[in-house]
């Protein structure tokens, strides 16, 4: 696991520098759907995760795993705080890690409760199924006028 969880986070690190320069120069309408590209590819990962047998299967998709979050989270944190409510700005951000926060703990337990019922690789499968439409809601934010580069 120590190997596995370190993979990704090398690769998260190296790519994100890079990532975050190449995406200054792309037009917040283009992040968007790039997100929303890599949220759908990552949540494909995730359910190939479920299958996997053997260590160097993991450490690939970690891998993948890590390079698709390096380019989500500079895009994501730069269009969230631009679209923030300036007059609301804490409880905005409070929100935003409230919301994964509890959906994570939710999701954990029901997750467990799946994998005793029905198997480890179908839980994988459907929090990828979920992941995905949460990838595909990116397509629907609208960008503000005044806010393009």
């Not at 969230?80 to 300036?86: E, G």
């Not at 409230?98 to 198997?119: Q, Y």
Request: contains cysteine; proline residues 3%; glycine residues 8%.
């Amino acid at each position: 696991m120590g190997l596995v969880t370190a993979v990704y986070l090398f690769c998260r690190a190296v790519a994100e520098l890079p990532a975050s320069i190449i995406s200054t120069k792309i037009s917040p309408r283009v992040q968007i759907r790039i997100v929303a590209v890599c949220l759908v590819a990552y949540s494909l990962v995730i359910a190939l995760l479920g299958f996997s047998q053997y260590l160097w299967q993991l450490i690939a998709l970690q891998i993948l795993l890590g390079v698709f979050d390096a380019i989500i989270n500079p895009i994501k944190w730069t269009n969230f705080s631009r679209l923030l409510d300036q007059s609301n700005e804490e409880f905005e951000w409070g929100l935003e890690d409230f919301i994964p926060s509890v959906t994570g703990a939710v999701a954990a337990l029901a997750g467990g409760v799946m994998s005793e019922r029905v198997g480890i690789s179908q839980v994988f499968v459907g929090f990828a199924i979920f992941y995905a439409v949460s990838g595909l809601s990116y397509l629907f934010i609208k960008v503000k006028r005044g806010h393009t580069r």
